[in-house]
């Protein structure tokens, strides 16, 4: 299957610039690098937050466990601020409407 035809439409709308792609990559790189077998899933949930927050959320976004929930990612900077809600794909929609503005 191609790309073009493999992606949400939603994503296809996402026009991002090199900066963006090279800040990914080194930061997916960095991930990649960290991961070890004999850690404990806490480790590799610290890697993940780690990765979301250098590459997408950061100082934007609180990222840490709310609840029972492992991993949250607040709509502001402060642990009091909202959680976004609706299922994953009403999620990445939205943000990336907001981007598109």
Not at 3 to 16: I, M, R, S
Not at 41 to 48: C, I, R
Not at 89 to 100: A, C, D, E, F, P
Request: zero cysteines.
């Amino acid at each position: 299957m191609r790309p073009k035809k493999a992606l949400n439409k939603a994503f296809l709308k996402v026009k991002p610039n090199r900066t963006e792609i090279q800040n990914f990559k080194a930061n997916l790189i960095q991930l990649l690098d960290r991961i070890n077998d004999t850690e404990s899933e806490d480790f590799h949930k610290n890697l993940v937050i780690d990765f979301l927050k250098k590459t997408y959320y950061d100082p934007n976004h609180f990222i840490n466990t709310k609840g029972r929930n492992d991993l949250v990612i607040h709509n502001g900077p402060e642990s009091n601020s909202g959680v976004e809600g609706g299922n994953r794909k009403q999620r990445i929609y939205r943000k990336l409407s907001l981007r598109t503005k």
